[in-house]
């Protein structure tokens, strides 16, 4: 079974604040793809990083890919309200394309 | 563009009883998927169609479970009889094809009593 487990589970910050959320795996994927969910809603794709190594920027976020393609962090720069939500990180694996999503990090900025 | 339709979007129901989960993917969308989330599982793939035809079913917890796609357009879940442990949250997601993005639906929650 391939699991992906993220940290922290929950994040509380103000503001301004910078911050990491991390997603790790003893498995190997594909590629892996970062969602972010609003209550009351599905879960919508920010980000899908291939390539060992790879890093993409979105505005303020930033997304990198671990070289052996096991891990993946992403970092939010300058957090705002607008950021809270439940990030998911969704390893990619197989010819169907696959998704196995991490455990989640419940991210709130306040202000 | 009306994004995957999902119905109804809140269902409580008693246990025993049979419930059914509706979709509508995407006009065009090729492969279609069924979610449940769960505070305590997270996301988990139930199973996914493409072209109409079930791919992989492995995420279907037992069989009081089954997923149909009768045509390009519409897809149901089905838990007959339900439990209290089904209570979560099942979403359907649409793609393309194979391999592209998937876009989700806003969810159907389920409540068993």
């Known amino acids: 079974t391939q699991l992906l487990e993220q940290s922290p589970q929950f994040l509380s910050i103000q503001e301004g604040e910078n911050l990491t959320v991390y997603c790790n795996s003893s498995?190997?994927?594909?590629?892996l793809q970062w969602y972010r969910q609003e209550p009351g809603e599905g879960p919508v794709l920010l980000v899908t990083v291939v390539t060992g190594g790879e890093v993409k920027k979105l505005k303020r976020l930033t997304f990198q890919f671990g070289d052996a393609r096991k891990d993946s962090s992403l970092h939010i720069t300058a957090a705002q309200p607008g950021d809270t939500g439940l990030y998911l990180c969704?390893?990619?694996?197989?010819?169907?394309?696959?998704?196995?999503f991490g455990t989640g990090t419940r991210l709130q900025v306040t202000l | 563009d009306a994004g995957v339709i999902q119905s109804p979007r809140h269902e409580v129901t008693e246990m025993g009883q049979e419930v059914t989960l509706r979709c509508k993917p995407i006009s065009g969308h090729n492969s279609l998927f069924w979610y449940r989330q769960t505070m305590m599982r997270g996301l988990e793939l139930l199973i996914y169609?493409?072209?109409?035809?079930?791919?992989?079913d492995s995420g279907m917890p037992e069989d009081r479970f089954s997923a149909k796609m009768p045509n390009a357009s519409f897809s149901t879940l089905k838990i007959q009889p339900s439990e209290p442990r089904d209570s979560a949250v099942y979403f359907c997601a649409s793609s393309l094809n194979r391999g592209d993005e998937q876009y989700f639906g806003p969810g159907t929650r389920l409540t068993v009593t």
């Open positions: 969704a390893g990619v694996s197989g010819t169907a394309s696959k998704l196995t």
């Open positions: 169609f493409n072209n109409n035809v079930p791919i992989d």
């Open positions: 498995s190997v994927f594909s590629s």
